[in-house]
């Protein structure tokens, strides 16, 4: 694991930090055996001082992984059958490794239990439909079971550990008992087609995970994570497999999705890989692979609440109600300035005839600033038979 930073006291004032978290480094530690669960300790913790208004945010900014895994194994490999004559079940083990169809019936025909006795020779037959991309069950020749029962019950193993690695996925098992009517040998003496099998409920998909996800395991986000209980996930993000087995997944998003880490203090990250039910991946050995995770230092902001439509409306119509006054009141005053405008031309004609505006004002003054400044003196000179033109205040 490195970790890119100015020195080699961490600089708090960064606005990011990136962790490469890398499986061969020998500072992680490997737990629960699982090499792709890992805690990787910081050679230096980041801590934010109480009276620092940042919070720390995380995301996941490239992965690349091996795809090593098989499609059965120990996570899926698990066949429990009780037939007609059986008083408990048969627990059968399926070798770990990548199957076609095919080879897969062929290992389902020859089920064992951990001591190697057959659970399913010279009792049932398992075939494929290729129409109905299901898997069908005969009866063996001189076989007296009349169904096959398979059960989805937790079971204890050999080292007394609970167990629910069931193959019944990938198989397209869901009901627990099928009834068997027919024989192999019944197809060719009645001239039968295959359809005489029994199907399973649904058809096969040798599809082992969809996709990996990245936990922080020391980390409770606000993500949601319905595999997981209690209230906070832990996962940080999911990415789709679009690679064949046996080659490279490459991930990389200079912006990934952040979760905010509600510790002031981040010291290691635990870190697990896992599949599409929250176990994690066996990789068939050590092979090496990275994860970056991006580490932000942000202020939050205070949110605000948007007005809703109804609330933006009446806010309009206020405003466009008190605009419609404003107007009103606007052009009530310029009919009342020209009307005393015209009260006094009227008065100032009657004593001397019209008189031009520009022999009473100079400087651009209109007839409203006359009228303002005729209404500082004294009205009763301008209607004085002896009246002479006033010069401008």
Request: charged share 25%; aromatic share 10%; hydrophobic share 30%.
């Amino acid at each position: 694991m490195y970790i890119i930073f100015s020195n080699y006291n961490i600089d708090m004032s960064v606005s990011s930090v990136k962790i490469f978290c890398d499986s061969a480094s020998k500072t992680s530690v490997v737990i629960d055996g699982e090499h792709t669960h890992r805690k990787y300790n910081l050679p230096k913790p980041f801590v934010l001082s109480p009276n620092d208004p940042r919070v720390m945010v995380i995301g996941c900014e490239a992965v690349s992984f091996p795809l090593s895994f098989y499609t059965i194994n120990k996570t899926n490999n698990v066949i429990r059958i009780k037939n007609t004559n059986d008083s408990t079940d048969k627990t059968g083990y399926i070798p770990e490794g990548n199957y076609r169809i095919s080879e897969l019936i062929d290992e389902l025909n020859s089920l064992k239990e951990s001591d190697g006795t057959d659970i399913v020779a010279g009792r049932f037959v398992f075939e494929y439909n290729t129409k109905t991309a299901k898997i069908g069950i005969l009866k063996a020749v001189g076989s007296s079971d009349s169904n096959i029962t398979f059960s989805h019950t937790d079971y204890t193993d050999a080292l007394g550990e609970n167990q629910s690695n069931y193959a019944y996925d990938l198989l397209g098992i869901r009901s627990q008992t099928h009834f068997l009517f027919f024989d192999i040998q019944d197809r060719t003496y009645y001239n039968l087609s295959t359809t005489i099998a029994t199907p399973v409920d649904f058809t096969i998909n040798l599809t082992f995970t969809t996709g990996i996800s990245i936990r922080i395991n020391n980390l409770t986000c606000d993500n949601i994570d319905t595999r997981e209980d209690g209230g906070g996930g832990h996962t940080i993000v999911r990415i789709p497999i679009q690679n064949s087995s046996n080659s490279y997944l490459s991930y990389f998003n200079n912006s990934p999705f952040t979760t905010t880490y509600s510790n002031r203090i981040l010291e290691n990250l635990d870190v697990s890989v896992v599949d599409d039910k929250g176990n994690d991946i066996e990789l068939n050995g050590i092979h090496h692979y990275n994860i970056t995770f991006r580490v932000d230092f942000i202020e939050p902001t205070n949110p605000s609440i948007s007005r809703t439509k109804i609330q933006q409306d009446r806010i309009d119509m206020q405003n466009m109600d008190y605009g419609e006054e404003e107007e009103e009141e606007a052009e009530e005053e310029v009919e009342e300035e020209e009307q005393e405008e015209e009260g006094v031309m009227q008065r100032l004609e009657s004593v001397s005839g019209r008189i031009p505006e520009e022999d009473f004002f100079t400087g651009g003054d209109s007839i409203m600033e006359m009228n303002r400044k005729f209404r500082k003196q004294n009205t009763e000179q301008f209607i004085s038979p002896e009246f002479t033109p006033l010069t401008p205040v």
